[in-house]
């Protein structure tokens, strides 16, 4: 995919490229800026609204919710579904590689969303006893295309951070990007899904101070997140290094019967940093799936999963398999929840002198929730992961949270924080073997006119690590730091469109 061939690239191309990425997406949709009216769906065999040979709906009490999986009626009649207006529900199956979603009002719509923000902040803790300025400039694009077989979803963020005096090391200069391409293909009971994340920054993506910024960390995305097991993210803090993470995803899934969908999935990830003195690697995951849709709402899925850990310039890898039961509901612009865990067997290959094998178990959850005018989500994950370019190999659990309300038509606040503990798995005397990373932020914004958008922001950081010494150059600051700033967004076409702001959430 396009984004796949960033990954090859030096800092001085990274931008040139995203840039060419987002015009190659402004081409695709070129129609759309000129003709931002909803669309009437295609009643067409083998469209995503009326797939070829549409099964039997589930029986009745479904609630007027489609059933899970990637074909089914919603419930109110094929006509109901044509309504432009009407929330879509979320298609995806429990055994796949995204959460659950409570649905898009813009499902049967086209979207083009170019923005540009500017930002003033403040940061502290960084160096002791002084506060640095930071002037941020950047831009954002959604792009959303659905077609009679296909929906083309893509996401773009990136800004040139300015720091006032120098960081440290005469650094004034941090950039970051940020995006992800989604492709979708329907053929009746067959949906092929194609996806690819990727994130230049000079730190992780975890907790965004070093790679948005607190006013982008609470903010939705027109895509669901990539379930972690998947995802190739560090939650380790490091000292400044330039850090380039890529996620690439293929799914298949095939609607056996009314009830049941089969899914194959293969993902292929890497954290490269391209300074010195950290962990690169590489993991292949592929999984199995069976969903069972046990009522229009609820679901049960059975999978198995292979990843494969590769650790770049040394002998050292991991292997785990892991099987799951997992349990999904969904209620279509209210509620979306999913909960999986069962055993996990992790290989370890040429750590110390042989062999060896570990039994333990692994844990994914996700909660989103929509009542009038708030919304909230939580995320949970334990499991193994490549180490963040700081451990070879790491047993981690995290948790994160959002919560948002609209006070007024015009006043609304989000609050966030995370937790990641990363543990680990190659004993070594001497070195430290445990990390806890944790952040909180909070936003208060309101709209100016049609096309600007007002944000004032905080944020703050903080990663303690166990007795030891640090297994690479550097595991990052020793002291909490935070940032605070306003920051004026412009959607030159929102005025024109009347399209939301770019959140994929349904507020009923």
């Given at each position: 995919m396009i984004l796949s061939q960033i990954i090859t690239m030096k800092y001085p191309r990274l931008l040139?490229?995203?840039?060419?990425?987002?015009?190659?997406?402004?081409?695709?949709?070129?129609?759309?800026?000129?003709?931002?009216?909803?669309?009437?769906?295609?009643?067409?065999?083998?469209s995503p609204q009326n797939p070829g040979k549409p099964l039997p709906p589930l029986p009745n009490g479904s609630g007027g919710n489609a059933p899970l999986g990637p074909i089914g009626s919603t419930g109110q009649g094929d006509a109901q579904s044509d309504t432009s207006g009407q929330v879509q529900p979320d298609t995806h199956a429990l055994a796949g590689g995204q959460f659950f979603g409570l649905g898009s009002l813009r499902?049967?719509?086209?979207?083009?969303?170019?923005?540009?923000?500017?930002?003033?902040?403040?940061?502290?803790?960084?160096?002791?006893?002084?506060?640095?300025s930071v002037s941020r400039v950047g831009g954002s694009l959604g792009i959303e295309q659905h077609q009679k077989h296909s929906d083309l979803t893509l996401t773009y963020n990136g800004?040139?951070?300015?720091?006032?005096?120098?960081?440290?090391?005469?650094?004034?200069?941090?950039?970051?990007?940020?995006?992800?391409?989604?492709?979708?293909?329907?053929?009746?009971?067959?949906?092929?899904r194609l996806r690819d994340d990727v994130l230049y920054s000079w730190g992780p993506g975890f907790g965004s101070l070093f790679a948005a910024g607190p006013a982008q960390a609470g903010e939705n995305s027109l895509l669901e997140g990539i379930q972690p097991s998947l995802a190739a993210v560090g939650t380790i803090q490091t000292a400044l290094a330039r850090q380039l993470s890529n996620t690439t995803l293929g799914e298949i899934d095939y609607a056996h019967s009314r009830r049941t969908t089969l899914t194959l999935l293969v993902s292929y990830g890497?954290?490269?940093?391209?300074?010195?003195?950290?962990i690169n690697s590489q993991n292949l995951v592929g999984r199995v799936g069976y969903n069972y849709a046990l009522s229009a709402k609820n679901s049960f899925a059975l999978s198995y999963e292979h990843n494969r850990i590769i650790f770049i310039g040394s002998a050292g890898q991991l292997q785990t398999d892991l099987a799951q039961m997992e349990f999904g509901r969904k209620v279509t612009g209210r509620l979306a929840f999913q909960l999986a865990a069962g055993p996990q067997l992790i290989h370890y290959y040429y750590f110390a002198t042989a062999k060896r094998q570990q039994l333990s178990w692994s844990a994914t959850g996700s909660l989103t929730y929509q009542w009038r005018r708030s919304g909230y989500s939580?995320?949970?994950?334990?499991?193994?992961?490549?180490?963040?370019?700081?451990?070879?190999?790491?047993?981690?659990?995290?948790?994160?949270?959002?919560?948002?309300?609209?006070?007024?038509?015009?006043?609304?606040?989000?609050?966030?924080?995370?937790?990641?503990?990363?543990?680990?798995?190659?004993?070594?005397?001497?070195?430290?073997?445990?990390?806890?990373?944790?952040?909180?932020?909070?936003?208060?914004s309101r709209?100016?006119?049609?096309?600007?958008?007002?944000?004032?922001?905080?944020?703050?950081?903080?990663?303690?690590?166990g007795n030891g010494l640090c297994p690479v150059l550097s595991c990052g600051l020793a002291h909490p730091f935070s940032e605070y700033g306003v920051t004026l967004g412009w959607h030159p076409l929102s005025g024109r469109s009347g399209e939301p702001r770019g959140t994929a959430a349904v507020r009923p």
């Amino acid at each position: 995919m396009i984004l796949s061939q960033i990954i090859t690239m030096k800092y001085p191309r990274l931008l040139r490229a995203l840039i060419e990425t987002v015009v190659m997406g402004a081409v695709l949709c070129s129609p759309v800026v000129w003709a931002q009216a909803p669309k009437t769906a295609s009643s067409a065999p083998g469209s995503p609204q009326n797939p070829g040979k549409p099964l039997p709906p589930l029986p009745n009490g479904s609630g007027g919710n489609a059933p899970l999986g990637p074909i089914g009626s919603t419930g109110q009649g094929d006509a109901q579904s044509d309504t432009s207006g009407q929330v879509q529900p979320d298609t995806h199956a429990l055994a796949g590689g995204q959460f659950f979603g409570l649905g898009s009002l813009r499902r049967l719509r086209n979207l083009f969303d170019p923005a540009v923000q500017v930002s003033e902040s403040g940061e502290t803790g960084i160096l002791p006893g002084k506060t640095l300025s930071v002037s941020r400039v950047g831009g954002s694009l959604g792009i959303e295309q659905h077609q009679k077989h296909s929906d083309l979803t893509l996401t773009y963020n990136g800004a040139e951070s300015f720091y006032q005096p120098s960081y440290y090391n005469g650094i004034h200069t941090l950039p970051y990007q940020d995006a992800a391409i989604s492709q979708n293909f329907y053929a009746g009971r067959w949906i092929l899904r194609l996806r690819d994340d990727v994130l230049y920054s000079w730190g992780p993506g975890f907790g965004s101070l070093f790679a948005a910024g607190p006013a982008q960390a609470g903010e939705n995305s027109l895509l669901e997140g990539i379930q972690p097991s998947l995802a190739a993210v560090g939650t380790i803090q490091t000292a400044l290094a330039r850090q380039l993470s890529n996620t690439t995803l293929g799914e298949i899934d095939y609607a056996h019967s009314r009830r049941t969908t089969l899914t194959l999935l293969v993902s292929y990830g890497i954290v490269n940093f391209l300074d010195p003195g950290y962990i690169n690697s590489q993991n292949l995951v592929g999984r199995v799936g069976y969903n069972y849709a046990l009522s229009a709402k609820n679901s049960f899925a059975l999978s198995y999963e292979h990843n494969r850990i590769i650790f770049i310039g040394s002998a050292g890898q991991l292997q785990t398999d892991l099987a799951q039961m997992e349990f999904g509901r969904k209620v279509t612009g209210r509620l979306a929840f999913q909960l999986a865990a069962g055993p996990q067997l992790i290989h370890y290959y040429y750590f110390a002198t042989a062999k060896r094998q570990q039994l333990s178990w692994s844990a994914t959850g996700s909660l989103t929730y929509q009542w009038r005018r708030s919304g909230y989500s939580l995320s949970y994950f334990r499991g193994v992961t490549a180490g963040s370019g700081v451990l070879f190999g790491s047993s981690i659990q995290t948790v994160t949270a959002t919560a948002r309300h609209d006070f007024t038509k015009t006043w609304s606040a989000s609050m966030h924080g995370g937790y990641a503990l990363n543990k680990s798995l190659a004993s070594a005397t001497l070195l430290a073997y445990r990390f806890d990373d944790w952040f909180a932020g909070a936003n208060l914004s309101r709209p100016i006119g049609r096309q600007f958008r007002l944000e004032l922001s905080y944020g703050f950081q903080q990663q303690t690590t166990g007795n030891g010494l640090c297994p690479v150059l550097s595991c990052g600051l020793a002291h909490p730091f935070s940032e605070y700033g306003v920051t004026l967004g412009w959607h030159p076409l929102s005025g024109r469109s009347g399209e939301p702001r770019g959140t994929a959430a349904v507020r009923p």
